[in-house]
């Protein structure tokens, strides 16, 4: 039996596609595969893949632009984030905390039916920061607590800001 030729490195999986677009909060790298955002990290490359971006990376240029500008509230953007079930369901709570809300941990594994470390190691977890925002989880007394972006606790307090919320460190 023989198979037929392949390109060399060809996998067989969509294609994954980047775009570095700057930010107030250092320059942020988004990945897509199959039609769907899969991963935000800050600088993993400073140039594109590719000159053109494609339309969902363009679009989340736009709405991340529009972010930061104090224009947009809510992402509509398809996502796709890989985790365990209880990371998805962890994650799928904070898209429900509005912009410019909080939620602490604790409150927000009640609401979950779960344990707080659970749900911040989850946070800790989070594949596309911002996009899906576990920024907007406090520590029970309203004080910042863990970040896994770039600049830690600052980040959080920059992007809480951002969106009109005072912290208490």
């Known amino acids: 039996m023989s198979l037929p030729a392949r390109d060399p490195g060809f996998t067989g999986a969509d294609p994954v596609h980047r775009l570095t677009v700057p930010s107030p909060v250092g320059a942020l790298t988004v990945f897509e595969q199959s039609g769907a955002v899969t991963l935000l ?78 749900v911040g190691t989850a946070c800790g977890a989070n594949p596309i920061p911002i996009l899906i925002p576990c920024h907007r989880v406090l520590g029970a007394d309203g004080s910042l607590h863990g970040y896994s972006g770039h600049g830690g606790l600052a980040t959080k307090a920059r992007l809480l800001a951002l969106e009109g919320v005072a912290t208490s460190r």
């Open 41 to 118: 990290t800050w600088a993993a490359g400073k140039r594109l893949r590719s000159p053109t971006p494609s339309p969902l990376l363009a679009e989340v240029r736009e709405q991340l632009a529009a972010y930061f500008d104090g224009r947009l509230q809510i992402f509509d953007l398809p996502l796709a984030p890989e985790g365990t079930p209880f990371q998805q369901k962890v994650w799928r709570g904070l898209c429900d905390i509005a912009f410019g809300s909080t939620e602490s941990y604790g409150a927000l594994a009640h609401r979950l039916a779960s344990g707080a470390r659970a």
